[in-house]
């Protein structure tokens, strides 16, 4: 956790929760070391709204796309916070990589396993990802929904799920139980949509 994180947090934080009204249930789920954090991605500003609704104190890194990064002035502030680039459409060894090196670290890192911005469940599949880097470094997967597209002064509830840990039966997980398991978190996020945290 950098001193420039703490600093952004302390200014963003007040802003964000005024724009975007948030209520977080279940944040209880997070373990206190390394867990891979898997959410919906309905908006730009999900993983915004995510890393500030949780403790300052969190260590959260966020995996985004690299496109973000090729813009001045902001791919050198995404660096600063934490946040590292992935390619997304193949596989990104860098990336697999750096996010292995920051689970086994015991930090968090957040992930959008559909690799885009979905309106539904069902538009996108699961990355297989996620499954090999929860396998590879033996944390667990968190399911988040955070919502639909975040609109300005609408209340938002973003729901942290119970751990979820593949079955895997080798060292490395399958073809296919990379895609039962990336499927399985998935459906828990989306299952995680009934939850109203305003009642």
């Not at 802003?15 to 309905?42: D, K, Q, S, W």
């Not at 908006?43 to 973000?68: F, H, Y």
């Not at 860098?94 to 959008?112: D, H, P, Q, S």
């Not at 469940?121 to 944390?139: D, I, L, N």
Request: aromatic share 8%; charged share 20%.
């Amino acid at each position: 956790m950098t001193k420039f994180y703490r600093i952004i947090y302390t200014i963003a934080a007040p802003i964000i929760h005024l724009l975007f009204p948030c209520r977080t249930v279940g944040l209880e789920h997070v373990p206190e070391g390394g867990a891979l954090l898997c959410a919906n991605h309905a908006s730009g500003w999900d993983p915004i709204v995510i890393a500030l609704n949780m403790p300052r104190e969190a260590r959260l890194t966020v995996m985004a796309k690299d496109q973000l990064f090729r813009i001045p002035v902001l791919g050198f502030l995404l660096r600063k916070l934490g946040i590292f680039p992935v390619k997304r459409g193949g596989n990104d060894l860098t990336a697999i990589k750096t996010a292995m090196k920051v689970l086994g670290g015991g930090n968090r890192l957040l992930v959008f396993p559909e690799g885009t911005r979905v309106d539904e469940q069902g538009e996108a599949e699961a990355k297989g990802g996620v499954t090999m880097m929860s396998a590879r470094t033996g944390v667990p997967m968190i399911p988040i929904y955070c919502g639909g597209k975040h609109k300005f002064l609408r209340r938002t509830t973003i729901v942290f799920g119970e751990p979820y840990i593949p079955v895997i039966a080798g060292r490395r997980p399958t073809p296919d139980e990379n895609r039962t398991a990336a499927a399985e978190i998935l459906n828990r996020i989306y299952a995680l949509s009934e939850v109203d945290g305003w009642k």
